[in-house]
T-cell receptor
Framework: AQKITQTQPGMFVQEKEAVTLDCTYDTSDPSYGLFWYKQPSSGEMIFLIYQGSYDQQNATEGRYSLNFQKARKSANLVISASQLGDSAMYFCAMRETPNQAGTALIFGKGTTLSVSS | DTGVSQNPRHKITKRGQNVTFRCDPISEHNRLYWYRQTLGQGPEFLTYFQNEAQLEKSRLLSDRFSAERPKGSFSTLEIQRTEQGDSAMYLC???????????FGQGTRLTVV
């Protein structure tokens, strides 16, 4: 069965520092997609970054990058130069078939990131 | 605002009452999803639509839960005979058929007293 594991309930970082949020996944399907979402206290899930299982390069979106290690089944999110507004809950999620958007997303339990000045 | 819109944002209801939530997806998105999120957990998939067709509903939590998308635009999620365990955030998301990501609304927080 598919599973997403986020082992860090909470992370603390100072402004302008980089932080890595861990995510490991389990699937037997060779074709899958991995996502990171941010959920501030307002509740909205904000899409951050996507990595397909066949993508040759690690995904990057501005200050966000995904450290994709396929053999280790890990997809860690790296946030560079943290800002106070980055304080939120972060979820790693997986979809089995990246080319068919109808498949459900399976989410981890999330990591709460707190950025201090 | 062209994002996913959910109404109401908050709903308090007495146990045993029926509730209905509405989701307006991004206009060009043909896929619409419903998720439930309880405290301290990630969202849990409930059902999804492609246009007006409900293509997956086996993960609706019980037969008290139902969803519709009558014209392929907005969708409603109804919970009949609410129970205290139904208290949660209900999230709606939409995506393009060939898209990579789903875009979420701000959710409807349900409290059953």
């Amino acid at each position: 069965a598919q599973k997403i594991t986020q082992t860090q309930p909470g992370m603390f970082v100072q402004e302008k520092e980089a932080v890595t949020l861990d995510c490991t996944y389990d699937t037997s399907d060779p074709s899958y997609g991995l996502f990171w979402y941010k959920q501030p206290s307002s509740g909205e899930m904000i899409f951050l970054i996507y990595q397909g299982s066949y993508d040759q390069q690690n995904a990057t979106e501005g200050r966000y990058s995904l450290n994709f290690q396929k053999a280790r089944k890990s997809a860690n999110l790296v946030i560079s130069a943290s800002q106070l507004g980055d304080s939120a809950m972060y979820f790693c999620a997986m979809r089995e078939t990246p080319n068919q958007a109808g498949t459900a997303l399976i989410f981890g339990k999330g990591t709460t990131l707190s950025v201090s000045s | 605002d062209t994002g996913v819109s959910q109404n109401p944002r908050h709903k308090i209801t007495k146990r045993g009452q029926n509730v209905t939530f509405r989701c307006d997806p991004i206009s060009e998105h043909n896929r619409l999803y419903w998720y439930r999120q309880t405290l301290g957990q990630g969202p849990e998939f409930l059902t999804y639509f492609q246009n007006e067709a409900q293509l997956e509903k086996s993960r609706l939590l019980s037969d008290r839960f139902s969803a519709e998308r009558p014209k392929g635009s907005f969708s409603t999620l109804e919970i009949q005979r609410t129970e205290q365990g139904d208290s949660a955030m209900y999230l709606c998301a939409s995506s393009l058929l060939a898209g990579r990501g789903a875009f979420f609304g701000q959710g409807t927080r349900l409290t059953v007293v």
